[in-house]
């Protein structure tokens, strides 16, 4: 018992953003949020030696990029929806948690930033 709660608070420790995000409330029929949420709780929990930790955190940070940046989960909806229409084998959701690592770098690389002027006019 004791051992369990010793490894999911050290879980915890490295996924600040987990209350958020399993308590993230999405549409009933919102498919993709309800597989990406799951995979993450499975994926926390099961990961709890060292060298995962350090993964264990950058997921808990897309996830909740995920969840909070109305326009990388248009871009992750829009993505695995495209590729569930393809018909093709390849199950995305297999490994999520480098998949979804994948698109964030590409969102993050080729969504326009937001500029903000310093020059007073």
Do not use: A, C
């Amino acid at each position: 018992m004791w051992e369990v709660e010793i490894i999911s608070n050290k879980v915890l420790k490295y996924s600040p953003n987990y209350n958020d995000i399993v308590n993230y409330n999405f549409d009933e029929d919102d498919f993709v949020s309800q597989r990406i949420i799951n995979y993450y709780q499975e994926y926390l929990f099961g990961n709890i030696y060292k060298p995962q930790l350090k993964k264990i955190k950058v997921f808990d940070k897309i996830v909740w990029e995920y969840i909070k940046n109305d326009q990388f989960y248009q871009y992750v909806q829009y993505y695995l929806k495209e590729l569930e229409l393809s018909n093709s084998d390849l199950d995305y959701y297999e490994h999520l948690d480098r998949n979804l690592e994948k698109l964030y770098k590409d969102f993050d690389k080729n969504s326009l930033k937001k500029v903000v002027s310093t020059k007073w006019l």
